[in-house]
C-alpha cells in the first residue's frame, strides 16, 4: 500500500457543495458565464476594482451556504488514516473554499489561495476575511486604506508554495488527481513531474481529464463516490 499519497484537488472535489466548477463540456462551467479576464487578473482588478470584489464576495457568500461532502470527508480520513499508518497525504488544492477544512483535513495547501483571507499589498499581511471586501477597506495590520485585495492567485499570478509542492511530489509514492480538468497550469502539469519522477499515477474524476492520458489509472464517477470507494480500498471502510 503506498505510504506518501499526493493528492490534487479541483473544483469537481467542491462541484457536490453547491460550488460550480470552472469548466465543464455542457458550457455551463463559471469561466463560460463570466469572463475570466474581467474578473481574475492583476489588471481587472487595476481598472476595476469594484467588479472583481463583488465576484468573490458573492463566491464568499455561496461558499457560507455550502457544506463538505462525502468526497471531502473521505480525504480527510485518508490523512488521519495514513498518520495512523506512519504514512502521509499531502494535500494540495487548487480551490479557494475552506471545505477540506471544514471536513477534518489539518493540512491543506491552497495553491490558488483563499477566498476567506484578504491580503494587503502595502505590508504583506494576510488577514482573515469572512464578509464582503470593499475598496477602501483598513488593513488591520498596517492601517492603510485600499490596499486589500482577495487573497487568491489570478492569472498571469506565480501560484504559492511551489518549492513544497515539488518536494512533495518527488517523494510521493502516489500521484491522484481529483476533480480537476488538467487545463490550468502549473497544476496540470504535476502529473507529468510524478512520471518523469516514477511516481504511478491515477485520475478520479466525473469524466477525462484534457490531460487524462498522462495517467496510469482511472476512475470515473462523481467524486462524492468515487473518492470514498478509493479511500476505502487504501484503509479499509470507516469502523
Ligand atoms: P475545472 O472547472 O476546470 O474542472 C473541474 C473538473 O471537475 C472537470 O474535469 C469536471 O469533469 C470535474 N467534475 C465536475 N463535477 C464533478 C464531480 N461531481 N465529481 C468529480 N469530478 C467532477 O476546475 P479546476 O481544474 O479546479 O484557477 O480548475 C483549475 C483552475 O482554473 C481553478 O483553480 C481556477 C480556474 O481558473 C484560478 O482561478 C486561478
Redesign the pocket.
Known amino acids: 500500500m503506498p505510504r506518501n499519497i499526493f493528492v490534487l484537488t479541483?473544483?469537481?472535489?467542491s462541484?457536490?457543495s453547491g460550488l460550480g466548477?470552472?469548466?465543464?463540456?455542457k458550457g455551463q462551467?463559471?469561466?463560460a458565464r463570466f469572463d475570466?479576464m474581467k474578473l481574475?487578473t492583476p489588471e481587472a482588478f487595476a481598472r476595476d476594482p469594484e467588479t472583481v470584489l463583488a465576484f468573490y464576495d458573492s463566491r464568499r457568500r455561496n461558499l457560507r451556504e455550502a457544506k463538505p461532502n462525502a468526497?471531502h470527508l473521505a480525504l480527510a480520513r485518508l490523512e488521519a488514516g495514513l498518520a495512523q499508518r506512519g504514512g502521509k497525504l499531502t494535500l494540495v488544492t487548487?480551490?479557494?473554499d475552506d471545505l477540506h477544512e471544514r471536513a477534518g483535513s489539518r493540512s491543506v495547501i491552497h495553491m490558488?489561495g483563499e477566498l476567506l483571507k484578504a491580503r494587503c499589498v502595502g505590508c504583506d499581511s494576510v488577514l482573515s476575511w469572512l464578509d464582503d471586501l470593499r475598496v477602501g477597506d483598513v488593513c488591520r495590520d498596517c492601517g492603510r486604506a485600499g490596499t486589500l485585495r482577495p487573497h487568491?492567485?489570478?492569472?498571469g499570478e506565480m501560484p504559492f508554495f511551489m518549492d513544497l509542492i515539488d518536494r512533495a511530489l518527488r517523494r510521493a509514492d502516489l500521484f491522484v488527481a481529483?476533480?480537476?480538468?488538467?487545463?490550468?497550469y502549473p497544476?496540470a502539469g504535476f502529473v507529468a513531474d510524478a512520471r518523469a519522477c516514477g511516481v504511478p499515477t491515477c485520475e478520479?474524476?466525473?469524466?477525462a481529464?484534457d490531460n487524462a492520458g498522462l495517467f496510469d489509472e482511472a476512475r470515473y464517477?462523481?467524486?462524492?463516490e468515487?473518492a470514498p470507494r478509493w479511500v476505502d480500498e487504501l484503509i479499509g471502510p470507516e469502523p
Open positions: 479541483g473544483a469537481g472535489v462541484a457536490e466548477t470552472f469548466r465543464d463540456r462551467g463559471i469561466w475570466p481574475a468526497a487548487q480551490n479557494i490558488h487568491v492567485v489570478w492569472f481529483i476533480g480537476t480538468s488538467g487545463a490550468v497544476a478520479i474524476n466525473l469524466e481529464a464517477g462523481p467524486a462524492s468515487t
